[in-house]
């Protein structure tokens, strides 16, 4: 009892960023349902997509982003308008709160969507797949890729995951999309509790300026998430 009363306290002396998760796989009522949320230029794309499993779970996805994002403003989610950076990261435009950060990820049947009203920030989820091609060489820093080569063979898909992830969500939160070289900073590759960056082009900025928090994801799948908390102290906060 005392380390769950300590446990809450730790928490509640934190700034949370709320973590939403659910599966695009959807029956095609709630898809219906969810299709009629989108915007015109969401449907339209929707209906790009070769494939009708994909159509579906962008569906999902877009729609479900709606609702939640919809809910937190008190707006109704087929009003919500979006627009883009120069490098095409969304924001929302919608009346009232601009300053709500979100991010969205998804990877097979999964998304995963952060929201903060304070940092900016990103979000990014993998299912981890086997590679036969040197991925990590083409985007890792040579400090990255000389830690994984170093792994235990059984331990390398999960170093790469957990490295690609959190360089994604350090890449989408900063906003900069692919401009942002991925061999500009360093993340760590480990398991352990507590990350951060391990370097930084003093170009971006300072590590010490960012947090990082590994996601809590089904088996099979490694996440990540990054925040620019200037030295705030952060916590992830799961909502259903």
Same mark, same amino acid.
């Given at each position: ?98 300053? +709500? ?9 999964? /998304? *995963?969507? =952060?929201?903060?009203?304070?940092? %900016?920030? !990103? ?89 990082? +928090? ?9 996440? /990540? *998430?990054? =925040?620019?908390?200037?030295?705030? %102290?952060? !916590? ?5």
């Amino acid at each position: 009892m005392l380390a769950q009363t300590a446990q809450a306290e730790t928490q509640h002396d934190l700034a949370l960023v709320d973590i939403w998760s659910w599966s695009l796989d959807q029956s095609d009522d709630e898809i219906a349902r969810l299709s009629t949320l989108l915007s015109t230029d969401e449907v339209i794309r929707a209906a790009r997509f070769i494939k009708e499993r994909d159509a579906m779970r962008y569906v999902a996805g877009r729609g479900r982003l709606r609702l939640i994002l919809g809910d937190y403003l008190g707006i109704a989610p087929r009003k919500l308008t979006f627009a883009y950076n120069d490098f095409g990261k969304p924001y929302l435009t919608s009346a009232s709160r601009e300053d +709500l950060h979100f991010n969205l990820s998804h990877s097979a049947d999964r /998304a *995963v969507l =952060a929201i903060s009203d304070r940092f %900016p920030l !990103g979000i990014d989820i993998e299912q981890a797949r086997p590679m036969e091609e040197d991925i990590a060489g083409h985007f890792f820093s040579p400090k990255e890729c000389a830690i994984l080569r170093a792994m235990p063979q059984h331990l390398y898909i999960p170093g790469f995951y957990r490295c690609w992830t959190r360089k994604e969500a350090f890449v989408k939160a900063h906003g900069a999309g692919l401009s942002l070289a991925l061999d500009a900073f360093d993340v760590s590759l480990g398991s352990e509790t507590t990350l951060r960056l391990e370097r930084l082009d003093d170009t971006i900025g300072t590590p010490d300026d960012w947090s990082l +928090l590994d996601l809590a994801v089904p088996e099979g799948f490694f996440g /990540a *998430v990054a =925040a620019l908390t200037a030295g705030t %102290p952060v !916590g992830l906060r799961y909502r259903s």
